[in-house]
């Protein structure tokens, strides 16, 4: 994500200067910030719950002991997953759901010119997308197991290998 976010700016670097040549407002191309009407709760909850809808989904659609969706449905249903889970959390947070998703390029906007603030805009919300989408992705591995991994039939030993 960091290089990406360098491959973007190079590409932008001109129209970045002509839009915002101090540096003062354009960080948000390249990492996800909150929406300005909510707290740093709701963006927290925000993240943790998209981040393990994320995880429960993936697991969902590639436990082997599920019925698959075959090899034309199973990019479909993620590319499904990705849309939802934008529709549904993107205007609060704009849905890091991935630590790396957000941190690589905050972390290149700071080097590049943006400072500090990248860090410490929105009471510091930097911290949210690490924190909640870790966690939250934990707990949407663990719900899966809990709710639907451990109710399948046990697989003899032998069959296993």
Known sequence: AFCGAFVIYVMQYQNLNVIDPNRETTQSSFATYPSDNISNYTAFYTEFIGTAMLVLSIYAITDKRNRSAGP??????????IMALGMAFGMNTGYAVNP??????????????????????RNYYF????????????????????????????IPYESQL
């Open 72 to 81: 034309v449905g199973s990019p479909f249903a993620f590319a499904l997953m």
């Open 127 to 154: 911290w949210i997308p690490l924190v909640a989408d870790s966690i939250g992705g934990v707990c949407g591995a663990g719900l899966y197991r809990l709710l639907v991994e451990i109710h399948h039939p046990a």
């Open 100 to 121: 790396a998703r957000d941190f690589g390029p905050r972390l290149f906007t700071a080097i590049a010119g943006w400072g500090s603030k990248v860090f410490t805009t």
